[in-house]
């Protein structure tokens, strides 16, 4: 392969979405019950509140695409789970929230040194459904390119966002390699709009899903080598 530019999925590719979220909502969940106390707001768990994020999130599927405004109706509806109605608390857990969302994420530690070894021959971007802007958690100056799903309204794996990152790293699709942990996502996103496909998987889970990737690595410290680049 002759690869000019690499972008690299965010949630689960460079650091740990799961736990972040689950840390952040456990500090809404403890203020939401200072301000409620109340029997139901005690009964209330986390895991909860991420299926009635989900379910926020499904109805409003295409219609709404700023990630924080869904969390913030998420809270509104959690509210009302606890028979409170209140959008200004909503609003305030939402604050509450995305402090610990932004500020307590954790990179990987394969993370900087592949990015180090990488960025002087290649471009290096972010392509991501989320929102967790580089300025956000410690990547400020680390891309060439930046394409979040909210901002051109489209996700993936629609081709449409790969040929649009591929178009902001000034470079064919055949020339662009993508990568990321998801198989649907990521590697058929990729691999659907004519763009080479690493599978990142971190817990060296089975692949039953029939999509194949052009590589499979557990650790990003694969990368440089696999492309041909490492350290003098």
């Not at 991420?50 to 959690?78: H, M, Y």
């Not at 799903?149 to 178009?167: C, G, L, W």
């Not at 194949?212 to 680049?229: H, K, M, N, R, W």
Request: include cysteine.
């Amino acid at each position: 392969m002759r690869i000019s530019a690499i972008s690299f999925d965010g949630d689960m590719t460079l650091w740990d979405f799961q736990k972040v979220m689950r840390h952040s909502l456990k500090h809404a969940l403890a203020e939401l019950r200072r301000k409620v106390p109340a029997e139901p707001a005690s009964r209330l768990t986390v895991d909860e509140m991420i299926d009635i994020r989900d379910e926020v999130a499904d109805e409003l599927r295409g219609k709404v695409w700023n990630l924080s405004e869904i969390r913030r109706i998420a809270f509104e509806r959690t509210l009302e789970r606890v028979g409170c109605h209140d959008g200004s608390l909503a609003r305030h857990l939402n604050q509450v929230y995305r402090k610990h969302r932004f500020e307590d994420i954790e990179l990987y530690p394969d993370v900087l040194p592949a990015l180090d070894v990488l960025s002087p021959q290649f471009k290096i971007g972010l392509l991501s459904n989320g929102n967790s802007y580089p300025e956000r958690c410690g990547l400020d100056g680390r891309f060439a390119f930046v394409v979040f799903s909210q901002d051109v309204r489209i996700e993936k794996p629609d081709r449409r966002i790969f040929e649009i990152t591929a178009q902001r790293a000034g470079c064919q699709l055949e020339h662009f390699l993508h990568v990321g942990d998801s198989l649907e996502n990521d590697v058929a996103g990729a691999r659907n709009a004519g763009a080479p496909a690493v599978w990142l998987n971190r817990d060296g889970v089975r692949n039953d899903s029939g999509i194949q990737a052009d590589f499979e690595i557990t650790s990003l410290a694969e990368l440089p080598p696999l492309l041909g680049v490492g350290r003098d």
